[in-house]
């Protein structure tokens, strides 16, 4: 089988907006959320800067206060994201209202750490009484990377496929492509996807720190520079992007919304290093080449618009620069290219769900959102990476890149939709 996969909802918890609106107004207007941590600076960190969530209320999101209480903040994070994805679907497993059998819905959701906060809590706990007595009870299924999907899953009575797929920087980014394999061949007809993360603690940023690869910049709006010749870093954010991918056809009977088709994915692997990415960007542009193939990616019709990785390191943009290059040929200098790192910072394991949000919204709107604070271009970063101000035009085709530590590469594409 091979059927059709659209986008049939959406939601967000981000450092710039906890709803699709919000986050998406703020890109295009080129809003930075990344602050100054003022709880962390007495702790002596190499860096006090975060994309941290503001104003977060779960119980606004149908969240139960008893849940609230006893969950990670990556749990929550995911659970706001997904109930704005569902509502805004309309999907419903159970009831007389049901629209979608409770066995044909899944949720691949993705978190490249998971319960981070909740893991340092019960270890200081731990060495406080060496016994294990102080450790919660509710120790492992808070911190399981796999517990938001599974949240996700009880909440939404989904009985059918679930999946956790970790592949740090690229693991929403997996989850999505993966969805879209199993509904195109059949496995469930819609499936609520994306990632989630909460890192940002101090422990985090230590070891981020510690293997030189967060940004060390005092001034947190001009920290997080994406092909800019001052990079000096990542800079790590939290939150979720989720969507709820759908069958086509499942969709049109009931009269869905549909934001836009999902029609390609690619995932290769480095098969080089734990932290630096492939130099040759061989596996890179592999990713971006299979995606673009699944896709039937026409350079004499398409107006491409790539929502890069582009996370501020040295090696990641100038590598993703040679992957464009090489997975496009001459096309690449044709393309439309931003990193949304810039304003929103690293946000990990869920960057991937928040990044496909943008970039399906860039293709419904025809508005390419910017790479902010991009005043210094790196020469060897020599495409068109939209600096500070977004640009309107319309676009056909947009393809998402992720790339995590280990190695990991994994690409997503999407379509306007058209019968």
């Known amino acids: 089988m091979n059927r059709r996969v659209v986008i049939t909802g959406m939601g967000v918890i981000s450092s710039i907006g906890n709803d699709v609106d919000t986050f998406w107004n703020n890109l295009k207007n080129g809003v930075c959320g990344i602050e100054r941590i003022e709880e962390f600076a007495k702790d002596n960190l190499p860096s006090c800067i975060g994309g941290l969530v503001k104003d977060f209320q779960p119980e606004q999101y149908d969240i139960d206060k008893a849940f609230i209480r006893k969950q990670d903040k990556f749990s929550l994070y995911a659970m706001a994201a997904a109930q704005q994805a569902m509502k805004d679907s309309g999907l419903i497993s159970e009831g007389e209202n049901s629209n979608i059998d409770a066995f044909r819905l899944g949720v691949y959701v993705g978190s490249g750490i998971g319960g981070f906060t909740t893991q340092l809590r019960e270890t200081k706990n731990y060495l406080e009484a060496t016994d294990g007595s102080k450790v919660s009870a509710l120790f492992i299924p808070t911190m399981l990377s796999n517990i938001a999907a599974g949240h996700i899953a009880i909440k939404y009575k989904a009985k059918g496929p679930c999946l956790d ?11 999505i492509g993966e969805a879209l394999r199993a509904i ?39 920290a997080s520079l994406p092909f800019n010749a001052n990079r000096k870093g990542f800079v790590m954010a939290d939150g979720a992007g989720i969507l709820v991918l759908e069958e086509l056809e499942h969709a049109k009977a ?47 019709k398409d107006n491409l618009y ?94 998402s890149n992720s790339f995590g530590f280990g190695g990991h590469n994994s690409c997503i594409a999407f379509r306007k939709f058209s019968e």
């Open 184 to 222: 195109r061949h059949g496995y469930a007809d819609a499936i609520i996807s994306g990632g989630t993360e909460s890192a940002t603690i101090p422990l985090g940023i230590a070891g981020f720190a510690n293997a030189r690869a967060l940004s060390k910049e005092e001034n947190p709006k001009y």
């Open 254 to 300: 009931r009269g869905a919304k549909i934001y836009a088709e999902i029609v390609g994915y690619g995932h290769t692997c480095d098969a080089f290093h734990i932290t630096a990415p492939r130099p040759d960007s061989e596996t890179q542009s592999q990713a971006m080449k299979n995606a673009l193939a699944e896709a039937n990616f026409d350079e004499t």
């Open 165 to 175: 797929v970790v592949t740090a920087c690229a693991s929403s980014s997996n989850c």
């Open 306 to 399: 790539i929502n890069a990785h582009g996370t501020g390191t040295s090696l990641n943009d100038s590598c993703e620069t040679r992957s464009c290059k090489l997975a496009l040929g001459d096309f690449a200098y044709k393309a439309h290219i931003s990193s949304i790192k810039a304003s929103t910072g690293h946000m990990l394991g869920a960057a991937g769900g928040a990044e496909a949000i943008a970039s399906i919204l860039a293709l419904k709107e025809g508005i390419v959102p910017p790479t902010i604070n991009l005043d210094a271009p790196d020469p060897e970063c020599d495409l068109d990476y939209t600096p500070n101000k977004a640009v309107k035009t319309e676009l056909s085709l947009a393809i």
